[in-house]
Nanobody
Framework: EVQLVESGGGLVQPGGSLRLSCAASGFTFGSNYMTWVRQAPGKGPEWVSSVNTGTGNTAYADSVKGRFTISRDNAQNTLYLQMSSLKPEDTAVYYC???????????WGQGTQVTVSS
């Protein structure tokens, strides 16, 4: 059974940092695309970043480029999103998903709330 479990969300002040984790199980983590998607209140889902867990190639939305870093630990089957210089507009529920925007997503985690506020 495929499972994706996010953690690490919380309340942070503008300019602060958080690291999200996504623990994966039930599939070969090191041979997939993995993605972070976020959904802000009242808005649709927004692609944030993807990584090819085999090659390490990454991609970022313009809105987070230079502030967020996606990474993975294939030995631990875990995906990360290091978020820095956080802004109020980064407030959203963050989901990890297996797949990429070009191929679609077949499994999703339950999401973790990130709130950026003073």
């Amino acid at each position: 059974e495929v499972q994706l479990v996010e953690s690490g969300g919380g309340l942070v002040q503008p300019g602060g940092s958080l690291r999200l984790s996504c623990a994966a199980s039930g599939f070969t983590f090191g041979s997939n695309y993995m993605t972070w998607v976020r959904q802000a209140p009242g808005k649709g889902p927004e692609w944030v970043s993807s990584v090819n867990t085999g090659t390490g190639n990454t991609a970022y939305a313009d809105s987070v480029k230079g502030r967020f870093t996606i990474s993975r630990d294939n030995a631990q089957n875990t995906l990360y999103l290091q978020m820095s210089s956080l802004k109020p507009e980064d407030t959203a529920v963050y989901y990890c998903a297996r797949g990429a925007s070009t191929m679609g997503y077949d499994y999703w985690g339950q999401g973790t709330q990130v709130t950026v506020s003073s």
